[in-house]
């Protein structure tokens, strides 16, 4: 029998009796009873023995793409284990012990065993559906059920087939349908570590044991087992996937193999010298044994590991159990192609033979296809070859090295200055690499010549090969790269400099350049010192479009006193002596070029020549004795770096990067504290010394500050908002004042309301800029503590992951850690950030309870009383509450009394409610 003949003949999961069977199940019970029973089998009584009765997991409408249980329903369904009924799979609906029992059976492959005309009769009371009567039979004859336990006068108080199968009972029906019943036995003297330990049967606790150090069963929030709680659909099949890595049994339409060749329509599948070919199609689903979520096609790569499943040679479940490729390359002189498939590369002792077949791939050095008969003699080629089938087939033949003249674009991935060569990405998505010679080689972007190190990985480029010498290469689209040199000019849309050969070159300015000064916070393009022979050293960021994005000073020759006194100023000769704050006298000539300001106007020298008289403090830039700005001071802005309490003074480092030593006021302006003093100023901080009109006392010292706010009133017709300060709150006009959001992007009031958090940017007592905090809330997708990352899903369902490089604070029950392990992905959490980029967390108080009923014209969820004492059973709903069991979203309506819900509160108000 050949192979292809026996693989077709073992994916027949079921008998025809076992379909049959179904088959009658479906007509019994209609769309209710046949959670598990298949709706896609023939009208006929006995269908063709070839013939597929698995539901194709395309048909489960209601299980889509990202549902947590997606990637066990759909191996299981693929494996005949599940079916659907008429497109739905229900996966949050509760199981039944009947249904159950079926699926484990189907989890056996025993179900075909069950004889549907049994004449065995179930004891009386003991009421098990028709269409199932034959399984729970075969069942108690095998001992997958317990006929003691099972047949007990409570057991039969309602029908036992259709009760809800618990927590508890499906933990000792998963181990005993794997054989392992003694083991359980043997552990079922041991507490099972849960908190509701004591609600577990004592009968069931060995089984709950081993199941969970199995890792079949997991605990739930508030180390619960649940032992009662009901089991859904998607639940159990969970459990029976997670239970075959231990059952060892290996199901009829599944290939365990390498993918020996792969297309967008089907891959083959080496399985111990047989390959079977199988079909790919849109309702194919894709994941990896490691990981829960699904993965896409192009995720697959040939000669790896997969587990196949699927009838009739139609995949409809790939999973990835090892991603390694089992390949090896080698390289080598080609000698000829010989007949029968083979090929000859040159070795010191003759020639080494090297077999290949029709599914080879011959590539040249571009990385184009070629035929075999296009390998030219003593090029050189590297072979890639497939290890684990031990033929070692060779899959790949890639020309490396030849005689190569052409012109081609690609990208650049590597610039090796030493090696002098480039490595590229050719059109065809293939690395080649290849030298240039200095003198022969020509690199330019935008008419521009570039030198070697001027080029960027991953710009796109157009070069030209001559005899395998790189001789042009033009940049067409490039990445940020930079260039040097002295600054000679800069206008609002052009800036000139100075490169190291002595050329000048013009680049244009794009339209938000940032400037970047050591010492001066937020420059602007006046701070900068354009000038022929001593302008700043710069360096210049260049975007793709070969504009300046960025300017950066690295060094500059210019001298700069702040604070400086003026000791005399000539207004014929425009000369200005001054003394620095150390005392050191300097003549500096000033013309109509030099930049003026006072007071955050730009004078004339006509009209500032007045106001420089003797005493009076100025900042001064020069250029030898050359000035270049000139502005007289009303404050000086910085950051103070000392108090001394005894001398009554402080050193305030100004933004040119000078210390400066002053007399501190009596006078200081902080926001929320209206009796500060220097005292309360922290050293570090920014601060502004305001001085007086003569320029002799610092009048106030005001300290700039970014604060994070509760607001408490917003009114955006007064456009005011009001904040929460010292127990009180303070009102702000927001009228003339900058208002954005964290992505600084422009905020409106109307957006903003009361509670919401904001940063607010104060010089004194003064609001300067407002800008809005994003809150997030909803439960904790992932914590990695080592990375220092912790992820939240919203309840509008969008990701966002916090750094929280910056520190972390998070309260829970009034109590504050800063321990990003503490959290579990059991916990809802609001996240913010504060104003220094910490990351703020509250952790959502919960509750679980017995719902009793909605009362919609209050919008409260009542639940049932704990005791006759406790009067806290009426919750308010939030608006846009969610409620869900699983990932399946349900309306408060769809509640029933006695359902079992966790509730998650903010502020007091249910914002989700989770049915078990």
């Not at 006068?153 to 618990?166: F, I, V």
């Not at 070029?593 to 001064?620: H, Q, W």
Request: proline share 3%; glycine share 8%; charged share 20%.
């Amino acid at each position: 029998m050949s192979r292809q003949k026996r693989l077709k003949r073992r994916v027949k999961p079921y008998s025809a009796k076992a379909v049959s069977a179904v088959l009658a199940g479906v007509m019994v019970l209609g769309g209710t009873g046949a959670a598990f029973a298949d709706s896609s089998a023939s009208t006929t009584a006995n269908p063709p023995a070839n013939q597929s009765n698995v539901s194709a997991p395309s048909t489960f409408s209601d299980v889509k793409t990202g549902f947590w249980a997606e990637k066990h329903i759909y191996k299981l369904a693929g494996q005949g284990i599940i079916v659907g009924n008429n497109g739905l799979f229900r996966p949050g609906d509760p199981v039944t012990q009947q249904e159950a029992v079926l699926m484990a059976l189907r989890f056996m492959k025993q179900a075909g065993n069950a004889d549907p005309n049994t004449q065995t009769v179930l004891p009386t009371g003991f009421e098990v559906s028709n269409y199932y009567k034959s399984y729970v039979i075969y069942a108690l004859q095998q001992g997958l059920l317990d006929k003691t336990a099972e047949m007990t006068a409570d057991n039969q108080k309602t029908s036992w087939g259709e009760r809800k199968a618990s927590r508890e009972w499906i933990a000792e029906l998963l181990i005993r349908s794997l054989g392992k019943s003694a083991d359980a036995v043997a552990s079922g003297n041991a507490s099972t570590g849960f908190a509701d330990d004591a609600k577990v049967s004592a009968n069931k606790r060995g089984y709950i044991n081993l199941a969970v150090s199995l890792g079949l069963a997991n605990g739930l929030d508030g180390n619960r087992f649940d032992p009662q709680g009901a089991v859904t659909r998607a639940q159990l099949a969970t459990f029976f996937s997670r239970a075959e890595a231990q059952s060892g049994l290996v199901y009829d339409n599944t290939v365990e193999g390498y993918i020996s060749d792969l297309k967008s329509d089907r891959l083959s599948v080496y399985d111990n010298g047989n390959t079977s070919v199988h079909g790919l199609n849109a309702s194919t689903a894709y994941f990896t044994s490691t990981s829960e979520n699904r993965i896409n096609l192009s995720d697959l790569q040939p000669y790896t590991k997969v587990t196949v499943i699927g009838a009739t040679y139609n995949a409809s479940y790939v999973e990835i159990t090892d991603p390694t490729q089992l390949i090896e390359s080698l390289s080598g002189n080609f000698a000829m192609v010989a007949p029968g498939n083979k090929l000859w590369l040159k070795s010191a002792t003759g020639f080494t033979e090297y077999y290949y077949d029709d599914t080879t791939t011959f590539l040249d050095a571009s990385g184009n296809k070629i035929e075999p008969s296009a390998l030219v003699a003593d090029s050189v080629v590297t072979l890639t070859r497939e290890t684990y089938s031990g033929s070692h087939k060779v899959v790949k033949v890639q020309v490396t090295s030849g005689v190569i003249n052409k012109t081609t674009t690609g990208t650049i991935q590597s610039v090796n200055l030493t090696d002098k060569s480039i490595t590229f990405k050719n059109a065809a998505g293939v690395p080649e690499t290849f030298k240039w010679e200095d003198g022969n080689s020509l690199f330019s972007s935008q008419n521009s010549v570039l030198q070697p190190a001027d080029l960027k990985v991953g710009a796109a480029v157009k070069y030209t090969i001559q005899e395998n010498v790189i001789r042009s290469l033009e940049v067409t689209e490039g990445v940020e790269r930079t260039v040097q040199g002295m600054l000679n000019e800069i206008t609002g849309t052009t800036v000139v400099y100075k490169k190291k050969d002595g050329g000048r070159e013009v680049k244009l300015l794009a339209a938000k350049p940032a400037i970047v000064i050591p010492g001066i916070a937020n420059p602007s393009s006046d701070d900068l010192v354009a000038d022929a022979t001593g302008g700043d050293n710069i360096q210049l960021t260049l975007g793709s479009d070969d504009q300046v994005t960025k300017i950066e000073v690295l060094s500059r020759q210019i001298d700069q006193f702040s604070g400086a006194a003026i000791v005399d100023y000539n207004s014929k000769t425009q000369l200005l002596t001054i003394k620095d704050v150390s005392g050191k006298p300097h003549v500096i000539q000033l013309d109509d070029k030099t930049k003026l300001a006072y007071d955050g106007i730009a004078p004339n020298l006509t009209t500032v020549g007045a106001r420089l008289t003797e005493g009076r403090k100025i900042n001064l830039k020069a250029l030898g004795m050359r000035a270049l700005s000139l502005e007289l001071l009303t404050k000086y802005e910085g950051t103070l770096t000392a108090v001394n309490t005894s001398a009554r003074t402080m050193v305030i480092k100004v933004n040119a990067g000078e210390s400066l030593t002053l007399p501190y006021p009596n006078s200081v302006e902080q926001f929320g504290n209206s009796n500060a003093t220097i005292t309360d100023v922290p050293i570090g901080s920014s601060v502004i010394a305001a001085l007086g009109t003569n320029q002799d006392i610092i009048s106030v010292l005001k300290v700039k500050s970014v604060l994070q706010l509760e607001t408490s009133m917003v009114n955006s017709g007064t456009n005011r908002i009001a904040i929460k300060v010292n127990g009180g709150s303070s009102e702000i006009n927001t009228t003339q004042l900058p208002l954005t959001n964290e992505a600084g992007q422009t905020a409106k009031l109307t957006e903003m309301k009361a509670g919401d958090f904001v940063n607010v940017t104060f010089e004194g007592s003064t609001p300067l800029a407002i800008q809005t905090v994003k809150l997030t809330t909803g439960p904790v997708n992932g914590v990695d503590a080592t990375a220092g990352t912790l992820t939240v899903k919203d309840y509008s369902g969008a990701v966002q992951t916090f750094n929280t490089s910056s520190g972390i604070k998070i309260t829970r029950d009034g109590t504050t850690t800063t321990t990003l392990g503490s959290l579990t992905t059991a916990d809802r959490i609001e996240a913010r950030k504060d104003a220094n980029g910490s990351i703020i967390v509250r952790v959502l108080t919960q509750a679980s309870r017995i719902f009793s009923r909605y009362e919609s014209a209050s919008n409260e969820i009542v639940v049932k009383r704990d005791n006759m004492n406790d009067n806290s059973n009426r919750f308010r709903l939030a608006p846009n509450a969610y409620i869900h069991q699983g990932d399946t979203t349900l309306s408060v309506q769809s509640l029933k009394e006695n359902d079992k819900i966790i509730m998650y509160f903010n502020n007091d108000v249910a914002i989700e409610v989770v049915k078990q």
